[in-house]
């Protein structure tokens, strides 16, 4: 089909350069839209929608008092990255883990970084999301954060920042999986003679990964999940069954003699390793929420115990707080002696006075942020509200000052996406690649792509009307 495409002139396309020639990786992509009719593209499209339901990629939104299941909408024009832009993504992803992993470890045992005034004690220790039960504890192997989901942008030069660390229970890497299989049928010759690298293996790395957090030569693995009402158990079952292991409530689990037990037809098994898709908070009522009826009492004892691995381990929500994020360049320095490969956005702190300050003034020209708010809610983006919802937020940062960051807007690159089957526009995105620590850091060559559908939004997460498109990470330039 014949498409005139309007390149937004104030923000970075990942297919078109400004004079609406293609970029080398988007070229064959580009020729294969023109050479494809307009309804051929659209039951291509229509053929993703029913395929996403079919293989039952659907969520639910908390808020919705429908309670109705949703597809996380998934647009066919893949995004593309060549091979020497993944390669600064790979090395600064590793780099970042690497530090952050480090740094989980320290703030639990000796508190350096903090003794040497790095990083402030209260932020650390007066965040909601340090585990005081946790000091002194080193998990399985010295590691902390077993599966990341790391969110980054790209400006308006092409430069790529991070945009926030997700350490605690990652979500969205069924789609990513789910979503290649999809589009893999849809352009099948063009997927292989582009070189795209394969995401297939996730499953069977995450597995790897699991098992080496034991000492057994043949650990039993479970899937802790909330249950079926949750927005991700689609994800939770997903996983648990291309594992080929169990997956597990809290029900279905009991502590003795601070050993793990499942409950099974053939009576109670022990289990060695958990990945658990439930929050700190939740896991054990008898150490943190005494009203979880999520979790398993004594769990946290069999932990400190040895008797079994949590992936992620807990307390590693502390270093995905916003205001921690902050100041992420500075913790790579401290323990790497090394300047940091991905930038963040410029922050500012609004626990700091000069910070506060300029937020208060400028806050129609900022993006203002909770803490410990996640999914896209507890923010204001400033150009896009009123001025009623201006005064709102100086009123709640004033108020309490330490809950809020505040960054410049961003502007997000753009990537073709099809509008309602029928035209072909740019629409603003995110990277969400998936990093794995076992023996080793990997990050998986591949990422969900979030997408915000509605035309200048720039707001991606799928509880707020976004969708998702592949992630074709090339082999070759």
């Known amino acids: 089909m014949k498409f005139d495409y309007a390149y937004p002139a104030d923000f970075y396309d990942e297919m078109y350069f400004p004079d609406g020639t293609p970029r080398q990786q988007g070229a064959a992509f580009h020729e294969l839209l023109e050479a494809t009719p307009q309804k051929k593209l659209s039951r291509l499209q229509f053929s993703a929608d029913k395929a996403q339901m079919a293989m039952g990629m659907t969520f639910n939104v908390y808020h919705d008092k ?37 740094f989980l470890q320290d703030i639990y045992n000796e508190g350096r970084i903090i003794k ?130 169990e997956l597990v409530s809290g029900m279905d689990l009991v502590v003795k003699d601070k050993k793990v037990f499942m409950r099974t037809t053939k009576g109670l098994e022990q289990i060695d390793v958990i990945y658990r898709r439930i929050d700190d908070v939740f896991m054990d009522p008898l150490v943190f929420n005494p009203d979880s009826l999520l979790g398993v009492p004594g769990l946290f004892e069999a932990y400190k115990a040895g008797n079994i691995a949590l992936a992620n381990a807990p307390g590693t929500g502390v270093a995905d707080d916003k205001a ?26 609004c626990r700091e006075e000069a910070d ?43 108020a309490n000052p330490k809950n809020y960051i505040a960054q410049p807007t961003l502007s997000l690159s753009t990537v073709p996406t099809i509008i309602e089957n029928k035209t072909i526009e740019p629409r603003h995105v995110d990277l969400r690649p998936y990093i794995l620590y076992g023996k080793e850091i990997q990050v998986i060559p591949g990422a969900l792509t979030r997408v915000a559908l509605k035309k200048g939004s720039l707001v991606v997460n799928s509880s707020q009307g976004g969708g998702s498109k592949d992630t074709w990470v090339l082999f070759n330039d």
């Not at 597809?71 to 993504?89: C, G, M, N, Q, V």
């Open 324 to 349: 921690v994020y902050a100041y992420v360049p500075r913790i790579i320095k401290y323990y790497l002696g090394e300047e940091p490969i991905l930038n963040n956005v410029p922050t500012y702190l």
């Open 116 to 245: 040497d005034k790095i990083v402030p004690e209260d932020l650390i220790y007066g965040s909601k999301d340090y585990l005081h039960a946790c000091k002194g504890l080193t998990p399985p192997k010295g590691i902390w954060c077993h599966i990341t989901g790391t969110d980054l942008v790209r400006d308006q030069s092409g430069d790529y920042f991070i945009l926030e660390d997700n350490l605690r229970c990652p979500s969205g890497v069924s789609y990513m999986l789910e979503s290649r299989e999809i589009i893999k049928r849809a352009f099948p010759t063009l997927f292989n003679r582009l070189g795209v690298r394969p995401v297939s293996d996730y499953s069977a790395k995450l597995l790897s990964m699991l098992q080496n957090l034991s000492d057994k030569a043949k650990p039993v693995i479970g899937v802790l999940t909330p249950g079926i009402y949750n927005s991700a158990y689609f994800e939770h079952s997903y996983l648990a069954q291309q594992m080929g292991v």
């Open 356 to 398: 506060r300050k300029f937020v208060l003034e400028n806050i129609a020209d900022l993006v203002v942020k909770e803490t410990n708010a996640a999914g896209g809610y507890g923010m204001l983006i400033g150009p896009k509200a009123t001025t009623e919802e201006h005064e709102k937020f100086r009123q709640l940062i004033q």
């Open 66 to 102: 429908q309670g109705v299941e949703k597809i996380l909408h998934l647009d066919i024009i893949p995004r593309i990255i060549s091979a020497k832009e993944w390669a600064h993504l790979d090395r600064g992803l590793k780099q970042r883990i690497e530090a952050l992993n480090l």
